[in-house]
């Protein structure tokens, strides 16, 4: 299939993928988010464990 003119290919001989800015403000606020949401269960579940020693 011959490339098309609005195919873009770069030199290494892949296609471009355009990326998305609210990918990376997605990707940021889940990183924001998840964290101390990951910290909190972690140490919730920790503390239950503890009252069934």
């Known amino acids: 299939m011959p490339a098309q003119p609005h195919d873009a290919v770069n030199p290494a001989g892949g296609t471009d ?10 990707a940021f606020g889940w990183l924001l988010v998840g964290i101390p949401l990951a910290y909190g269960v972690i140490t919730t579940l920790s503390r239950v464990g503890q009252l069934f020693q």
Request: no cysteine.
């Open 17 to 26: 993928v355009p990326v998305n800015p609210a990918t990376g403000r997605l």
